[in-house]
């Protein structure tokens, strides 16, 4: 479906927006992919509780289809294999580059937040000796 793939594409271009969202469920024989749009709400607005539901895409690898809802909608159901596959790859290498950030941030938090920082500074000084050119 076109306009899917549409939207597809204009939530993974923006995708370090707050409001944009990408996870990955891990089941045992497939890997289910949700991707979110949160409305934001006006800062201005003094009733701080207001909930305006959420966009929801959920691709479903194992019934081979893309569910589409907002808050208490309806859900729109497609089934379409390219979409699919072209999609769960696109988002699962996201996702990826994600997680390789985020360990690399929790190593380093977690060296940061020893008092000796001696293993700190280690794994700063191999990670630069690993990047040289070992034929100087």
């Known amino acids: 479906m076109k306009k899917l793939e549409e939207l597809l594409t204009f939530l993974y271009e923006r995708r370090e927006d707050e409001r ?7 089941k045992p024989d497939n890997r289910n992919y949700y991707i979110y749009f ?6 201005g607005n003094v009733n701080k ?10 691709i479903d690898q194992e019934n081979k ?7 208490s909608t309806d859900e729109v159901v497609i089934e379409d294999d390219n979409l699919i596959k072209k999609w769960s790859d696109k988002i699962e290498e996201y996702i990826q580059e994600i997680n ?16 000796r920082k001696d293993f700190h500074r280690d794994w ?7 990047k040289e050119d070992e034929s100087i």
Not at 20 to 26: G, H, S, Y
Not at 38 to 43: A, F, G, K, L, N
Not at 49 to 58: A, E, H, N, T
Not at 102 to 114: G, K, P, R, V
């Open 124 to 130: 700063k000084l191999k990670k630069i000796f690993d």
């Open 49 to 58: 509780y207001s909930y305006k539901g959420r966009l929801m895409i959920y």
């Open 65 to 71: 289809c893309i569910i589409t809802s907002y808050g």
């Open 20 to 26: 944009v969202i990408f996870q990955k469920e891990k």
């Open 100 to 115: 390789e950030k985020n360990f690399i941030c929790i190593i380093e938090e977690a060296f940061n937040d020893a008092f």
């Open 38 to 43: 949160e409305p934001d709400d006006d800062p």
